[in-house]
Structure formats: C-alpha cells, structure tokens
C-alpha cells in the first residue's frame, strides 16, 4: 500500500502502467506520444501557438487566404454603398465593378493607396479609413507573426541515432553523442537523462535520473559524449541486453543551452529505446587536430567499433 | 518581545494578523488581494502594464478611439489653415467640408494617401508631414502592443478544484494535481507550496514554505501531482480536519515553467483555502496506455475517490 | 604584503582606497558615481544603449530632427536633378520650388505618396524609390527604438528613505524596506546586501556580503522589510553609531525580479550611507487586513518609530 | 585502458590529442578554430543567424540587391502584361516603357503608391495587389532583422592583452584583468576559466576548470582583476614558466553576465596561451577615487609592473 502511493506519483505525468508493446513515450523529433481529451475549447486552443509552430507552407496559404477574404469582403460593403462613390471606376458590368472594387480594396487594406480609385462621400470613406486601420493592425500581427517564426530559436542539435554501452574507466558506461552542426555558438549547455523501465515481474514502471559523468559543458564547439557510468547504484547495474530488452527500457534525453545568435535559451529533447542500444561498441574518435584548426566530421558521430567490456566482480 | 520581532517579518508581505473572517491573500486565478494605499499617481502609473493587461475589448476600444479623436484634432486643423489649401474638395457646407478634411486626415495618418484630396501650400503640407510621421510612430506603438499582448505568453496551467489529504506510504500527504491543457510544451516546472496558518491562540500568522516529494520536473506532458508528505516535521503533522480549519490556513502555490513555444519563462499562481481539501480521498488515475498513445483524460482532473487515511501512531 | 594582495581584488571594483570625504559609490538612483578614463570612442560607443536610456524629450528631438534634415537634404537633390521632373509643381520662385521638393521628399520618406506631386524620369524615380526604401527602414528603426523604449521593463521598487538599526530576537538588526507601487506583480524577489567600510586606522576599505534573515521571497505583494541581523559573526557586530559613521559606512543595495507584465527579468539597485541609518527605531506596520481586502499604506513606508535597542553582552 | 577511456571524454569538445605546433583553441575575438565537416547543407544552414551575424555592409548589400531584383522582376511581369494597363506611361521606346513599369513596381512593393503610375483591369490590379502584399511582408523581414542587429546585445568586454603570474597572499596566482568600457551596466557576471594543457610526456591533452578567488560580482562599476590562486591543488602548483609553455598551455575564458540595456544575458569569451603570460608581473591599480568620483583608467588595463613571487616551499 505505501509503496504503491510512492510509484504512483513519481511518474513524469508518463504512466506508471506499462504497455505490452515496445511503444516509446517521447519521439525521436522530441514531441511526446500524449493525447489530451475532453479538453474544453478554450482552454485548449492558443492562437499564437498554432500560428508559431504550424509549417510555412500552412502559414502562407493562411496570410494569402485571410489578405484575398478581407479583400472580397470589403469589395461587397463597397458594392452595397455604391461604386459610384469611387472615382476612377471604369467598369461597366457588375462584375468589372465588383473586380475594380476589389482592388481598390486591396489598395486600401495596404495603405498602398494609388488614387486612381478613390472614394468619395461619407460612407464609402469612413469604410475606407476603417479599412486601412484594420490593414494597419492585421498586417502588423501578420509580419510579427512572420517576423516572430523566423527569429524563433531552436537548438538544432543532432543525435547519434544509437546509444551504446562501451567500456568506460574500469566499469562500463551507456553513452551517446550530440552534435551541434550549425555555425551558432551553445553555450552552457546541460543534459538530463531520464530512465523508464518495467519493473521485474510487474506492469508497473519506474522512473530514474541518471547520474552522468558530466551533465554541463560551457560550450559545445564540437561533439560531446554523454557518459553514465554504471557504477553498483545505476539501475542498469548488472543488467545484461536481454534483461534491458525485457524491461522495454526507454532513455528520455533533455538538453538545454543558451543560443548565442538568438540571445535565448533553447532545449531540445531525444530518446534512445532498448533496441536502439549498441552493446559492446564505442564511437569512433571524430575530432581531428590539423594544421591551424580543430576539425570535427559530423557525418561520421553515428560510427561505431567494437570495444570489450569490462567484466563486473560479483 | 524578542520572537515577535521574528514574526513582523517573515510573512511574505501579506500579514500577520489574522482576520476574523476566511478571506484568502490569493484568489484563485493568482491575483492577489491586496490594495495599495497612498501611492503617488507617477509611481503607480505604467502605461506598459497598463496596456498590455487591459481586457482586449478595452484595448480595441482604446485604439479605435484615438484613432478617431487623431482625426477629429487633425481635420480641425486643417479647417483652421482653410480647406481651399487642399485639392479635390468638392464639399460646400462646412459640415461637408470638415468631413473630407476629417478623411484627408486618416488617409495621411495611416499613409494611406489617395491622393484625390492633397495638401497644397506650405501650412498645409507641413502639418500634412507632421501627421504622417505621428502616424507612423503612433500607430508602430498601437501596433506593437497588439502583437505584444498576442505574443505574450501565459501558462494557463489547470489546477484540480480541491486539494486532498491522501494516504502517502506509510504517511499522509497534500496532495493536489495540474494538468497543462494547451498543446505547447512547459518545461523544467517548479512548485512552491507556502502555507499560511493562524497561531493557536493567537491573531497573528505563521507563513511555511512546505517540503515537497518533488519540486520539479523537467517537463509536464500530462497531468502532475504535487505531493507534500506530512511528516513529523510537517506544520500539519497530526493537524485535525477541524483545526486545520480552525487556522484558517491558506496552501499559496507558485509555477514556474519554461513555455517552449514563447520562448519564456512563465509563472501561474493559484491557492486552496482549508475548505476547499478533501480529506480521506485520492485522485483517481487519468493517464492510459493505449495501443500507440498514452493519454490523459483532463476532463477528469477534479475526480477524486475514497482512500482510507494512515493512522500516525503517537 | 601576502594581506595586501587580497584586498586589493576584492573590492567590487569600487577601489578600497577610501576618500577622505563621505562620498557615495552608488547613488540613490542606482547609477555608479564611477568614470572611466582612455576608452577609445570605438570602444565606449553604444547606440542602442544611448537611444534607449536618454531622456523622452531627447529621443523625440532626434526624431524630429532626423526627419526634417532627411527631408531637406532630398529636397537638395530634387533640386539638382530640377523640379520639372515633378508632376504638379505650381511653385514660380525657387523658394517655393524648394518647398514643393521638401514636402514631396516627406510624402516620399513616409511613403504616404498622395501623388498629386510625383516623379517623371529615371533620374527623379530613381531617387524617389531609393528615399522610399530609405524611410521604410530608418522609420523601423525610429519605430523599434520608440517601442523598445515604451517597453523596457525597470523595477520601480520604492526603498525606505532611511534603514534603521532595531531590536531583532534577542540582538539587533540592520533594516530597510521596500515596496513596489506598481500593480504589476513582481516575483522571485532577491536582494543582496553589500557593506563597504574604511578599515579601522587605515585608508583602505572592506567589502562585505551582508547574511540576511532572507534573501529571496517568491512574490512581492506588499512591503517587505530586509533585515541583516547584527550577529557576533557581522562586520557590525558591537560597532556604535559613531563607529560606523566614522568608518564611512555605505550598504549597496541590489534587487533582482522577476516583472511578470513584462516578462522579463529586472533589476534595482540603492544604497544607504551611515548617515541615512536611524539607530534605536523600527518601521511602523503598515499592512491591514480589511474586511475583503489586505491593504498596504505605501505612504507610511519611511515611517519609524522609537524602539529600544538588545544590549549585547560581551 | 581504464584511464584512456576518461581522458576521451573530458575534452569538452576541442580534442585531447595535442598538436605539435602551439595553436589555439579559441581565438582572442571569442571564436572557435573549430570547421565542422560533412555537415549536410539542411542541417547546417539557418538564415537568421547568417543574417544576424554579417557584416552590416553586406547586409546593406543583401537588402537593397534584393529590392533591385525583386522591383526587376515585377517590372518583367508587368511588361508581360503590357504597360498600356497602366495610366500615365509617357515612354515611348520599350526601355523607356521597362523604367517605368520598374518605377511602378517600386512604388507598389514600398506602398507608397503614388497613382502617376496605376494599375487598370484585372491581371495588371492582381499583380500589383500581390506585389504590395510581398512589399509588406519582406520589408517587415528585412526591417525586423535590421532592427533585430542594432538591438542585439553583446558584452564588448575588454581583456588585459597578457596574463600575469603575480604574488598572491602567500602563494601565487594566475590573474587576468577585464573592464566594460560602455557606460551601459553589466550586472551579476560570472567569470570561468579552464585550462587545457598536454599531459608529459605524451600527445594527449588534459582540462581543468581553475577555481577563482570570486567567480561572480554583483555587477561591474569599474575593473575586475580575475585571480586563480596557484595553491597546492592547482594543476599550475610548482610548475615554472617553461614547464607551462613545453606542456602547451590554454587558458580559455568565458564570461556571463546581465546587460541592463538590453535587458538580456550576454556571453563573452577569450583565451591567453601560455606565451602571453608575463611572469613576476603585477597589474597596475587604475581605479582612484577624485573629490566627487572613482575614476578607471582603461586605457592602463594593460600595465604591469615588477611583483616578486612567493617561493612556495617544498
């Protein structure tokens, strides 16, 4: 009783129950595998959010659509008010008028406002200058929207797809290895592993920090190589691969850093399952020392060699 | 003399001496209920705050206002100087004749410039000038508040309606649970859980900050239960339903996240009042396993269910 | 000699050589009464720093300035290339011509174009749709600046005029108190207190970080009173008034929040002289609770009040 | 075996293999001497830190190309189109024609629109209705960068050109100085220091992070003397002038702090090489304090003069 209290909570917000399959919790991109329901509408929704992370291609096709709908609903209130309010309307047929109508719309909503098209009277100006305010206002929240998207930062740091478990001092340690291929300078950059695994003979799931060898460097010019070492208090102390497989282990990454071009703090998050751990291996020395500069070759910080492991005293 | 000396200031700025009714200092939805007194108009005032916290109904009203009073001010200028300085006036009233100034004037103040109307000699064009470049600065205020306000970040976490007093191991916990409703993530929360009690016997206050199982999580997918085990060291520790009442104690709880999609750090605030805890009842488990997802039913943060307290030997 | 070297770095870069007068290091308004000499203008210039921190009226002068001389110096160049490449021109004497030019450079630099005056010819067009391209970027940096200014947080934390040396437990303390008027909500309030002070028979100075009774509360509602209690392990421990006048006594103040209406982080910055202290009285209690509301009397925030100071036995 | 494996891993990032030659790591300027190889261009490009951090005339540059191309391309559009569909084209030779269809175009993509030049029927109000949307949103780009430049923050601290060695109390230590030249504050700076330096008698290298006498001040009025103490647990402890030049040493500084103006964290970073060490040197003192002011000289920060150093006994 007391000891399911405790498991109970400490939990991540991930479950504690455990599924049958190998599923993972949070994906290699970083997005977790949860589903909020019976959410109410407006505590869901959040305009900026969606508007921040949707794709360019979705964005755009918003900004075109919502310039050519304002346009086509100002063109029918002026239409309604009269197009003989306009100077400069050449059109004879409706649909001339509707079209001219339209573009001097679209003239107004941009405070582009050529003159050839004018209005003229009161209520054909008073929706004009309402017209160009809304164009002032919408815009505005249009190009900071844009603006907002392409200055957003977002620690573009690359994995190595597998983690491995390779000798480390006179134990052995798991390890992976990130790498940040940008030219932008991460500075005090921290890790945070997490652990889930199924308890022996229980659907249940515990929840571990691992303690690592290094969990800060002040800068990441080039790779680094997250060590935790499994000394007798790691949970993966013992385990062989098999044990590690059945207790569907998944290693939960976080990493954290200030971004130097953006002057922001940036995260960024991985996960290695058990399948995706290579046992008796270690990665392959990438940094090289020439003449005049330090070189790193990022295309190869996946590449692996076979290396003994240390054998562990009962 | 020499404790309550102690007691004057440890008290979070919200004071010592208890009231007799059950007000709370922190209202449910993080504002606090506190007045300043005697505050001299230049060191209260802040337009920003003032701006950026209005209801947006307010603020549009406010920008559409000044939007009209600008012209209204400009266009009497331009009556002042003599609207035969301006072309394409086809008004002969005054009325008309102060209408077309007072479009003239949005059409320069939004730099919309038709045209049809344009200032002719050199008081004309000169306030013309001055116009548009207030317009330009005004409206990159009105404009950046807009995108300020939208662009500002919130985190609209959800807190469960009640508190409860749940068995906890061998213990007893507070317990309460949050769940973050919106899409965006919210990273490295932290908790801060200060009680505030009245003394026995006494009208003053006493103000803690409680020990929790966990204070923070490196990311809050789900939902989260914040636990605070009354120990022996707890000032709960052996408190009945009716005394924790009689104190009139008061659970202040302080969020903090990073909101991925803002970019920021954000608070939330909240409290539960000694009325508002449920005592002998647990949440019930909102988080499932499904074949591909793990989800979190929100709707359901609130449900508690019945949970048989540990007795505390003496 | 080995003593020498250590005080010679550990002094906050204020100097420990002490000044015969009772000078301030840091002034009531937080800045530095320091100058720095030799610094090359490449090095010492910021332009941002100087549009951001100069008085309103200042910022608005440039603006207008920079304005009207952008005006006039294209107003130079239309002349040049000659006005018979404006379209309605009425202008007869050059005078005139010169004003005609100057108001369509305006109408051009806020691309406002109402286009009863506009350019014929490659040479005209050309310098036309450079100054269009010109004022769009010169009036988003005006713009930027203005907004960046609107919206630069300050802590306007109002301090005590006065700290007062009081009883505190059973010895004594250093107090001073602070409250933000403002209504927006400051949280995660730190203070550090430093005391810098003539050595006794020397010209030199010490540096001290003051222990305080609490150095950081999570929000900042109301008043708070920061206390360093005068221990047996203090700098002022058993120094009498005429102590520490003579020692030139000066405590700097600094805070650091969190301003939740801006989102940012912020800072304040004072400080007291021995001369500001007032021995043997405390601050009045200026928090009420009403009946829905606790109110604080932010105008009685200097007020003191006799209060027996703890002797302390040798 | 067991030893290897650690020294792989401690490197933070810049490799333990020592190179002959006596390079270095971090250049005076803040850079890495570190080239990524391999990189796919996906993963390595990103526009807005490659705008951010060019050269201002080559973002001019960039800015008015891409005005002079796009109004280039528009102009081709609308001559596709046939220029007859716009009032007001005087030209009469086909290049006469493309300048004004090319001025036209400039008018509309900056909305200033001044109607000389406008467009009449369909095809020709379509084009023109987009291009002033594109106007719109890439000139809110290129003005959000150009503002995004001028108000980026960055600590322009100023480093000491040499190291010293210099006595310290009773041992020795490793000092450098620094000074902010700006009158803008940098608040709560931390400073760390690590050295790289090969191992003897071997091409590996090794990485220490030097304590300091005060890793952090409260903010930076004037100068700061940096002092690693050279105590008995200093990886420096013993070691004479050629010992740290044969062993190739690195000293690699990194610097934190608050920028008040800019209301952001800033990083500044440098490296001295063991031949830009000045042994049995100490710093000049620059601070004085004048009737009113402490005055720094920057332009001595450099100064040295002869300290004789403390024998450290066997």
Request: with cysteine.
């Amino acid at each position: 009783m007391a000891d399911s209290g405790n498991e109970k909570y400490n939990d991540l917000g991930l479950g504690t129950k455990a599924s049958a399959g190998t599923q993972r919790s949070l994906n290699k991109d970083g997005t977790f595998n949860v589903k909020k329901l019976n959410v109410p509408f407006s505590e869901r929704v959040n305009f900026y959010h969606s508007l921040v992370s949707m794709p360019w291609t979705k964005f755009f096709i918003l900004i075109i659509s919502g310039y050519f709908l304002a346009n086509l609903m100002f063109a029918c209130i002026y239409m309604m008010i009269g197009v003989e309010h306009l100077t400069g309307i050449d059109g004879l047929t409706t649909t001339d008028k509707f079209l001219e109508a339209f573009f001097f719309s679209s003239q107004t909503l941009t405070t582009l406002g050529y003159g050839r098209v004018a209005p003229v009277g009161t209520a054909m100006s008073t929706v004009a200058a309402i017209e160009s305010m809304i164009g002032l206002l919408s815009f505005a929240l249009a190009t900071g929207m844009l603006y907002g998207r392409f200055s957003k930062p977002s620690a573009k740091i690359k994995y190595s797809n597998h983690a491995v478990i390779a000798p480390y001092q006179d134990i052995n340690g798991f390890m992976f290895r990130v790498v940040n291929p940008q030219s932008n300078q991460l500075l005090e950059v921290e890790v945070t592993v997490t652990l889930s695994m199924k308890k022996t003979n229980s659907e249940m799931r515990d929840f571990f920090q691992l303690p690592l060898e290094r969990a800060k460097v002040v800068f990441l010019p080039s790779s680094w190589t997250i060590v935790h070492p499994i000394s007798s208090s790691s949970p993966l102390y013992k385990l062989t691969k098999e044990e590690v497989l059945a207790k569907d282990a998944e290693f939960i990454i976080m990493m954290k850093a200030f971004d130097e071009s953006f002057s922001q703090t940036v995260y960024s998050r991985s996960s290695y399952k058990a399948s995706e751990i290579k046992w008796g291996q270690k990665f392959v020395y990438v940094i090289k020392q020439e003449k005049d500069m330090i070189t790193v070759d990022v295309g190869r910080i996946d590449e692996t060699e076979k290396a003994e492991l240390n054998k562990i005293p009962d």
